[in-house]
């Protein structure tokens, strides 16, 4: 079964715990526990200058930007790296071949997750429902009411912007159609 503390989602990532042995290199002294001889985390130096998306035993952390290849403030098992955003759109509607001849109202969404913890669902990026599970990974449907008005894409976006999991396995969409 997945943990909230291994479950993560960045670009060019590095995962380690902290420890007595590192405690210096998160601190931003890490020459000190290099000349004592002890363990520290693997060398974050291909991220220097990069603003890193933190997650540290399945919280978020306020964004760092990373210097000496040194980031501060994190413990227990973490997970570092570059923001990345994840975006499900799916194609078109097509309803009985009707293409963009029919209007669309979408009114829900049913989403089925697997070990999700957050993510968004709207029909625009102006129009997104923030949809969160707490803190435990969560396993099943959700039902998401959408705010949007009669149009001709009915379009509809998933989006996890956070260095959290967001797995979808499948999407069903509740609208009404009008034929002008």
Same mark, same amino acid.
């Given at each position: 079964?997945?943990?909230?503390?291994?479950?993560?989602?960045?670009?060019?990532?590095?995962?380690?715990?902290?420890? /007595?042995?590192?405690?210096?290199?998160?601190?931003?002294?890490? /020459?000190?526990?290099?000349?004592?001889?002890?363990?520290?985390?693997?060398?974050?130096?291909?991220?220097?200058?990069?603003?890193?998306?933190?997650?540290?035993?399945?919280?978020?952390?306020?964004?760092?930007?990373?210097?000496?290849?040194?980031?501060?403030?994190?413990?227990?098992?973490?997970?570092?790296?570059?923001?990345?955003?994840?975006?499900?759109?799916?194609?078109?509607?097509?309803?009985?071949?009707?293409?963009?001849?029919?209007?669309?109202?979408?009114?829900?969404?049913?989403?089925?997750?697997?070990?999700?913890?957050?993510?968004?669902?709207?029909?625009?990026?102006?129009?997104?429902?923030?949809?969160?599970?707490?803190?435990?990974?969560?396993?099943?449907?959700?039902?998401?009411?959408?705010?949007?008005?009669?149009?001709?894409?009915?379009?509809?976006?998933?989006?996890?912007?956070?260095?959290?999991?967001?797995?979808?396995? @499948?999407?069903?969409?509740?609208? @009404?159609?009008?034929?002008?």
């Amino acid at each position: 079964m997945a943990t909230l503390a291994a479950a993560h989602f960045v670009d060019s990532d590095i995962t380690e715990g902290t420890s /007595a042995a590192n405690a210096d290199w998160t601190s931003g002294t890490g /020459a000190t526990a290099q000349a004592r001889g002890t363990a520290f985390p693997q060398n974050r130096s291909h991220l220097n200058g990069e603003l890193v998306q933190i997650l540290d035993d399945g919280v978020v952390v306020a964004d760092q930007t990373v210097a000496g290849g040194v980031v501060s403030g994190i413990a227990g098992t973490y997970h570092i790296g570059l923001a990345f955003t994840s975006t499900v759109k799916p194609s078109k509607l097509d309803i009985e071949g009707m293409g963009i001849i029919l209007i669309k109202k979408l009114t829900k969404a049913i989403v089925s997750f697997y070990n999700t913890l957050m993510g968004k669902v709207g029909t625009s990026t102006s129009k997104m429902e923030t949809v969160a599970f707490g803190s435990v990974l969560f396993s099943g449907i959700k039902e998401v009411p959408l705010d949007a008005g009669y149009e001709r894409s009915g379009d509809l976006l998933i989006i996890q912007d956070e260095p959290l999991p967001c797995t979808v396995r @499948g999407l069903v969409l509740d609208l @009404g159609v009008h034929n002008k």
